[in-house]
């Protein structure tokens, strides 16, 4: 009986259960970590594919402006608008109420 009184009375190790303590508090943090650098990198390809879409429609309407540039027509009336351009049989008249 005095065996089994001492038995119960030793007390257990605690230093396999402290580690494991310091493990889990570890990798609890490092879990943490992960999660905060997942947010931010999702954030910032959130980012990019926003300024990707920005881009393909600047592109797309460059393409447009270019396509324009074929056209004759365009050009003519772009230079008449921004450069005053007139043909030798037309007429200019000038408002001098301005």
Request: no cysteine; proline share 2%; charged share 30%.
């Amino acid at each position: 009986m005095e065996k089994m009184q001492k038995k119960q009375n030793r007390k257990k190790p605690v230093l396999p259960g402290l580690l494991l303590l310091v493990l889990l508090i570890l990798t609890g943090v490092s879990l943490v970590r992960i999660q905060t650098q997942l947010q931010s990198a999702r954030a910032d390809r959130d980012a990019m594919v926003q300024r990707v879409e920005q881009q393909r429609s600047i592109n797309a309407m460059l393409t447009a402006d270019l396509e324009k540039a074929k056209d004759e027509d365009f050009l003519t009336d772009l230079a008449r608008e921004r450069l005053g351009v007139v043909t030798q049989d037309e007429k200019v008249f000038y408002d001098s109420g301005r």
